[in-house]
Structure formats: C-alpha cells, structure tokens
C-alpha cells in the first residue's frame, strides 16, 4: 500500500487538493491517502465550509500551528511535520501552491528522504520581496516531481536548471474544481441576499479583495488604494469580503473614515443598494464564486482569483505591480494596476465603460489535471521508479 499525505495550510490550498483526493480515491485499494491541515490560516468555521462545500474529509492530522513570523511558522510546521513523517512514514507528500507550509513540509520530505510533488510548480513573479516567491523557489528546487500549470511555468524551471525529466505539465486544479462546481455555484442564494437582482436583472457591483502586506501595512499606500476604491464606489457599489488582517490594519491607521469596516456588515442583515462599500466577512467558496460570476470586475491582490476571473470571462484588476500568472493577463482578463490610486481608478472606468474583453482559455484548465497528474504518480510510485 503506498501512502501519501497531502497539505493544506491555507484556504485555496483547499481547491488546489480538492480534485486530486477525488482522482486518489479512485485507486483506494492500491493508494491511502492522508490529508494534514497545518492551521497557518485557521478559522474552525471557514475551513468546515470549504471542507463540506468542497466534499472533502476532516483532516487526518491538524498541527494547530497558528500565526507568527515567517521563521516562527516555518519551524513549528517543520516540527511538527517531522514528528508526524516519522510516525507514517508516507513514500509521498503533496504540497500545493506558495504559503509558509507548502515551503516547511518540502523541507522536511527533503531532508527525510521523501519523495515530494509540488502541485503549482514554476509560477514567478520575479519579486523576491514577495515571501510567496521565496517559498516557491525553495519549493520546487527541493521537490521530486513538479507539476506546472502553464508553459510559462516549464520554461521558469527548466531556466533555473530543473530536470526536464523532473516537469509535468498538467494544468490548474484549482480551476479543475471550479469546473467541477460550477453547477452549485449558479445555485448560490447569495445574489438574492444581497438583493442585487432587480426585475430579473443583476445590479453592477465590484468585488474587492485586499490582503498582501504590501498593501495593507504601508499606511501610504493602503490610504491610497482605499481612497481610489471610495472614487470608484461612487460610480458603482463595492462589495468587499474583508480579511482580518485587512480589517486590523484599517482600524491600526484610523482609515475607517475611508471604508466603514466596523463589525463587519452582516450578509442577512444589509442590502447593497443602499451601501457604496459594504463590508461583510469573508465567504464561502460556492458563494464568492458565485459573487464573481456576476461581478462588473473584481479588485484583487489575490493570485487564484487572477485564473478563475479568467474562466469566468470577469475583469479583474490586480492590484500589485507585478504577478506570478502573467497567463491570464496574455490569455485571460487580467490587468496589472498597481498601487497608484489613478492608474486603478483609470483602469475601473475603463471596464465600465468598455465591458468584458474575452480571451482564451489557458491549455489544460479543464476537468482532467488531477487524472494527468495521477497518470504520473501512479507511474512513478507502484512502478517503483
């Protein structure tokens, strides 16, 4: 029996591993596998909803490591990590995506001698200031198999000196599990809660999601990006799923005159219509997906939302100066903004008066990456090779 465990320390790690627990169940008899929350981010109830709305099981393993520095969560997740490896002794671990536990749980397969798969491999933004960027080179220089969701993606690796034999172009899980929930997105009540629907119509509204330290703990620049979002409100209303540390820091630097963000708006309780910017808790997966289907464009820092705007044909304005998926922006309806307050509230207007402008879809979004990637794994692990 080959065991393997899979991370999830943060909340789209959850849609990366979704489809691949899927594909492993598949093969139940030859194949066990085991899924290790870390608890870098960890809300009891948001991770039970992306759990349930995404049909997975409860984490074999919780390591409960919480927050702190980047040195301090790298080493308690390595800690523990390590205890736990010692413990399965699994011939495979899982990582996806660019946190601090996709990062400390290749370290400590590597030092281990465990062969590790980085799902997400390649991606770059060629910002080292980024963490996300350190963890994402560290990660693929030290895994075993690297599975990439673009050719962008091969080049990066094979330019850094990666084995050719070591690359695997598969494409995107988390877009894998948008197609395969996109059915259950449309059913989402959240459009009727907002009551954005008017005589069968959707209101135009943006949706902003802010949490980079970049941007949010330079009182500069976070005055600036809030009061280009106040503009753009006035021309149409701004729903805005908060971060905690988002929220912390706007209240830290008294911008609440900016963006009202105090208690956090209920979704039961508060229309839009009558909001310019309304700030509620951060949402569920088939709700926020469904909330971006219908959105005008979205405002973002974030990078899985720069891909599933692509699939979704949604604008979205990407409020950094540099990204990792320059994919969407070639193929996708990904525009670079920023920080520069003019440039996003130019841009904002744009898309309002220009609409949607439709690309393409990257190669290999589908429904099939977690079989491609299976194909590889089984091939590899119950060949012995």
Known sequence: MIKIISIVGARPNFMKIAPLHKALKKHHKQISHLICHTGQHFDNNMSNIFIDQLELPRPDY???????????????????????????????????????????????????????AHIEAGLRSFDRTMPEEINRILTDKISDYLFTTCEDANKNLIREGI?????????????????????????????????LKKDNNIMKYGVL?????????????????????????????????????????????????????????????LAISNQRILTIPPLGYLDFLNFMSHATFILTDSGGIQEESTILGIPCLTIRNNTERPI????????????????????????????KQRKSIPKYWDENVSERIMKVLINKLLSGR
């Open 328 to 355: 969407t922006i070639k193929e996708g309806t990904n525009i670079l903004v920023g920080n520069n307050p003019d440039k996003i509230i130019k841009t904002a207007m744009w898309v309002l008066k220009n609409g």
């Open 62 to 116: 919780y390591l409960g490591v919480g927050s702190g520095t980047h040195a301090e969560q790298t080493g308690k997740i390595m800690i523990k990590f390590e205890k736990l490896c010692i413990q399965e002794k699994p011939n495979l671990i899982i990582v996806v995506g660019d946190v601090n536990s996709t990062l400390a749980c290749a370290l400590v397969g590597a030092k281990l001698c465990i062969p590790t």
């Open 163 to 195: 084995p050719k034999s070591k690359i695997f172009f598969v494409g995107n899980t988390m877009i894998e599990t948008l197609h395969n929930y996109i059915g259950k997105i449309k059913k989402s009540d959240i459009i009727e809660k907002f009551k």
């Open 209 to 269: 999601t802010l949490h980079r330290p970049s941007n949010v703990d330079n009182p500069a620049i976070l005055e600036g990006i809030l009061n280009a979002i106040n503009y753009i409100s006035r021309k149409v209303p701004i729903i805005f799923p908060a971060h905690p540390r988002t929220i912390k820091q706007i209240k830290k630097f008294k911008f609440n005159r900016i963006i009202d963000c105090e208690g956090n708006k209920s979704i039961n309780s």
